[in-house]
């Protein structure tokens, strides 16, 4: 008989190198660091092809929120494809879209009635940015066409993304590309004086916004920013006042405000939506990621009847928005968005999330006096660990050693996928977690840390 046993890793692996271009990765890296391949998936554990398990301490690119293989989504999903799996929503619809929008404009913030279909995150950040300029267009005022965003922030990587973000490693080289946005400093109140509350921080470090709003607003479209935490930038958190101020002061100067919770949304930070905590409507509300519970890939607009009614007008004004996407409103990614929703609201998640946040944060807390740990801060389901060479200057490892890279190394080892962002660590875990994992989690990340800062 034919051997028909599995592929092992190895095998995987060097089939994988011959043809794949992995994303946000130097592929030279993988002649240290091996290709994991992936055989399966349920809960929290991914499986390789040779039986090992590890947690999924990041949600797989912070997308996954109840589980892989979760049972009712994978449901849904299969009796979608029994019936449509995809047609072109311009001048069609189908039944699961309409779901999800009744669904989702009963839970986004007041005020949000109308979505727009994108593939993915960065599709959304590039949909905000050109309905904004286009509703101050079609509103006669052509000439606010500027963004303004906060250092440190990060968006997305096609290009007006990545203009409106402040990452250097992703946007230094392709600066002649991009747009010009005005960059203000950032809330981040790891920067907060000794003593200083995040609140009290946050509102002084808004007079920056408040001062280009007041100087420009006559050229300014909008304010892009991710509420409460800026992730991809080390998982830097600020206070909710911040969000309450600009949009005063957006209302005040006629400036949009777009909320990018691509991230952040669907409980992450302890509510369903991070702008809640702040009691705001933003203009336009960027989601994706957990949208589809991990499954597939989808983008969401959110916005309102005034932004909707500034370009509904006859064909002939030609001042409707032409955006599209091949696959826009794809059936079963609605289905798979709209069993992520009924399963958030049967479960009591936040409730249940606030237990498990303060596990991670009960097992971290003894960090804070690690003389190589700057912070430990946590904003809802997010715990962050934050490594310095010098904890009283809090000087930065030195990013060519790659601190980061040991622990994420050695956690594999142990079984677990842990992806630091640089000398940050933290966890950004599916909401099934279990207290004996999270325990798991926090022993193998504190033994990491310690190896890692060992020189």
């Not at 190895?10 to 271009?21: A, S």
């Not at 609140?199 to 709003?213: C, D, G, K, P």
């Not at 992806?419 to 022993?443: A, C, D, H, K, N």
């Amino acid at each position: 008989m034919p051997d028909v046993s599995p592929p092992r890793n190895d095998e995987l692996m060097q089939r994988d190198l011959r043809h794949l271009w992995h994303p946000c990765t130097q592929m030279k890296d993988h002649e240290r660091y091996p290709v994991t391949p992936i055989r399966r998936a349920s809960g929290v554990y991914l499986e390789d092809f040779e039986g090992r398990r590890y947690i999924d301490a990041i949600s797989s690119w912070w997308t996954n929120i109840l589980g892989h293989c979760n049972p009712d989504i994978n449901a849904a999903i299969k009796d979608q494809l029994d019936q449509l799996e995809h047609v072109i929503f311009a001048g069609f619809s189908h039944e699961p879209a309409i779901a999800l929008g009744e669904k989702l404009t009963a839970l986004t913030p007041p005020g949000l009635t109308r979505l727009f279909f994108g593939d993915n995150g960065s599709s959304a950040i590039e949909i905000a940015l050109k309905m904004s300029f286009h509703f101050w267009l079609n509103s006669g005022k052509p000439g606010k066409k500027r963004f303004v965003a906060l250092q440190n922030g990060y968006h997305g990587e096609t290009l007006g993304a990545l203009a409106v973000g402040d990452v250097a490693l992703f946007k230094t080289t392709y600066a002649p590309l991009l747009m010009d946005a005005i960059m203000v400093p950032s809330p981040d109140c790891y920067y907060r004086e000794p003593g200083e509350s995040w609140e009290a921080y946050s509102r002084r470090q808004f007079a920056h916004m408040e001062r280009v709003l007041a100087e420009k607003h006559d050229e300014i479209a909008g304010v892009i920013l991710e509420p409460l935490v800026q992730c991809a930038t080390g998982m830097r958190m600020y206070h909710p006042v911040y969000l309450t101020l600009l949009r005063e002061a957006c209302d005040k100067y006629g400036v949009h405000l777009i909320a990018d919770e691509i991230a952040v949304g669907f409980g992450r930070t302890g509510t369903l939506f991070a702008c809640e905590q702040a009691g705001i409507s933003p203009d336009f509300l960027c989601l994706s990621k957990a949208l589809t519970g991990g499954y597939l890939p989808m983008s969401l607009v959110v916005t309102s009847e005034t932004i909707y009614g500034a370009f509904y007008d006859s064909y002939e004004s030609m001042r409707g928005f032409l955006h599209s996407h091949s696959y826009t409103a794809n059936p079963l990614a609605c289905r798979a968005a709209c069993a992520t929703i009924d399963l958030l609201q049967q479960g009591d998640w936040l409730t249940r999330n606030r237990a498990t946040a303060k596990l991670f944060w009960d097992g971290v807390a003894p960090l804070q006096d690690h003389p190589h740990v700057a912070e430990v801060r946590q904003t809802g389901m997010i715990t962050a660990i934050e490594l310095v060479k010098n904890k009283q200057t809090r000087q930065a490892f030195a990013w060519q050693e790659r601190r980061g890279m040991r622990i994420f190394d050695y956690a594999l080892s142990q079984g677990a996928l842990l992806r630091p962002i640089g000398g940050v660590v933290y966890f950004m875990t599916p909401y099934i977690i279990s207290p004996e994992q999270v325990q798991q989690l926090v022993r193998i990340a504190i033994d990491g840390i310690t190896l890692a800062v060992a020189d």
